[in-house]
């Protein structure tokens, strides 16, 4: 028979090698680690000591965005009905008020200048001569602009002129031969760059109408017109006149527009300009026209000179 110690030692190895296996097959729980890898143990060591300082941290951020969120409702509310509403009130009134602005300056806004039909003639070596004449019906304004007369793809070169406050003027291009031999369409009368200006009253001595009165006495006495002049032994047209300068200002230049005209509509036209006009000056002027041109009834000579431009005006040196 056996005893208890002899039963206990036949199984022993059986024993050690059970435990053995179940220790290699099941993790002891209470290993240090417990099977964490070093990084790992490193993260859960910042959170177990910054846990506290974070959670603190949120709550400040969230309390942040909950205050801004707040605030962004009570500044809309505060500038909805206390700063922004009575200014846009106001609006509807300021409205009403440029649209009065508007028709006010609409109302004393210059009229359009008025410009008749343009006469167009053949000149010499195919050359065409374009004349209109236009009127400014504003007595407070006059104008600076830039004209060509067009021919549709074509057109004359831009010319620089001005008219003065209720005045008349005419407006030429002499001369003019298409590039292209073109120029059989209708010519428009195209203004470009007009600026208006009104007439400053500091400047005109508180009267427009007696200061141009004063400086605007320019005559052109008798102008004739004969086709009885021989240049060699062609007969040419010839035109004569004498300019005169009745007011007390002298000029440094004064352009000419002669317009000779048949059964009253205008079959020539040209230009020439004066130079050093004084007071009282007397200058007979004569000039022949290219070809003699018959049945002519009336010829008119147009003197312009800008009076509300200080630089026209001879210093008294020059008298």
């Known amino acids: 028979m056996f005893c208890q110690g002899e039963i206990v030692q036949e199984y022993a190895p059986l024993q050690r090698f059970v435990f053995s296996v179940y220790t290699h097959l099941m993790p002891n729980p209470y290993q240090v680690g417990g099977g964490f890898t070093d990084q790992e143990l490193k993260m859960a060591n910042w959170w177990a000591r910054n846990n506290v300082f974070l959670s603190r941290l949120g709550y400040i951020v969230l309390v942040g965005f909950i205050v ?42 210059p009229d359009t200048i008025q410009v008749s039909p343009i006469a167009n003639f053949a000149s010499t070596d195919a050359r065409r001569d374009l004349l209109t004449e236009i009127t400014n019906p504003n007595k407070e304004w006059w104008a600076e602009f830039e004209y060509q007369f067009s021919f549709g793809d074509e057109a004359t070169p831009l010319r620089k002129a001005y008219v003065l406050p209720g005045g008349q003027r005419y407006l030429t291009e002499v001369g003019w031969k298409s590039p292209t031999g073109g120029g059989t369409t209708p010519p428009e009368f195209v203004v470009k760059n007009l600026a208006w200006h009104r007439v400053d009253p500091a400047k005109v001595e508180r009267d427009y109408d007696a200061f141009a009165a004063n400086r605007l006495q320019l005559r052109t006495d008798a102008p004739t017109y004969s086709n009885e002049a021989t240049v060699g032994t062609q007969k040419v047209g010839q035109t004569t006149f004498t300019l005169q300068n009745n007011s007390a200002y002298g000029f440094w230049s004064v352009d000419l527009t002669t317009v ?20 009282g000056e007397k200058r007979p002027i004569s000039f022949a026209w290219f070809e003699p041109l018959t049945g002519i009834t009336n010829t008119i000579v147009q003197a312009n000179v800008n009076i509300l431009d200080p630089a026209v005006f001879l210093p008294p040196d020059q008298f």
Request: proline share 6%.
């Open 68 to 109: 801004l969120c707040w605030g962004y409702v009570a500044w809309s509310l505060v500038d909805a009905y206390i700063i922004s509403y009575p200014r846009e009130q106001r609006i509807p009134a300021v409205i009403a008020s440029n649209q009065r602005l508007k028709a006010n300056l609409t109302a004393h806004a």
């Open 260 to 279: 000779l005209l048949r059964g009253g509509s205008p079959v020539a036209v040209t230009e020439m300009n004066q130079r050093l006009l004084k007071p």
